[in-house]
């Protein structure tokens, strides 16, 4: 049996992977985040060729709360039960803090994504992550077609 990306990384720096039921939601979340981030990059990387400050600059818009939060909405109707539980055991955890250009709730419904990515993640659920992040980036898409992306 082949190992995901998560149980090669676990193999090579020699630690067993952990049971995301039994890691706290923000826990959860840090790593979505992540992985998030990760699939914004790499298909900015390698769909335009920009500068480096205006990739960051368009991915930034992307990955953002208010983004991501579009994405959720996007990805709502294809979440099963299981997939929508642990969203919203991310969504309702409370971190303390909001980020000074997000509304509470969409810094909620993001870290709620996000802690689904990162529940995905450790259980080595790559394709079911290729499939969501890749409506979520279709979402997003759609809400900036025909905006002017190089003159951020």
């Not at 400050?53 to 992307?62: D, E, F, G, P």
């Not at 079911?128 to 979402?139: F, H, N, Q, S």
Request: a negative charge; one cysteine or more.
């Amino acid at each position: 049996m082949e190992l995901s990306t998560v149980g090669r990384m676990a193999a090579a720096l020699g630690y067993e992977t952990a049971d995301p039921r039994q890691l706290g939601a923000l826990n959860l979340a840090y790593l979505g985040d992540t992985v998030y981030d990760l699939y914004i990059r790499s298909y900015l990387v390698n769909t335009h060729q920009i500068s480096v400050n205006s990739l960051h600059r368009l991915s930034a818009r992307m990955v953002c709360a208010q983004g991501q939060t579009q994405a959720f909405y996007a990805l709502e109707p294809l979440l099963t039960q299981e997939e929508l539980a642990v969203y919203r055991r991310g969504r309702n955890a409370h971190s303390g803090t909001v980020p000074k250009n997000a509304s509470v709730g969409d810094y909620r419904v993001a870290t709620g994504l996000e802690t689904l990515l990162g529940h995905l993640w450790c259980l080595g659920q790559e394709e079911r992550i290729d499939e969501l992040m890749g409506r979520a980036l279709k979402a997003n898409l759609e809400i900036w077609e025909g905006e002017e992306i190089y003159g951020l």
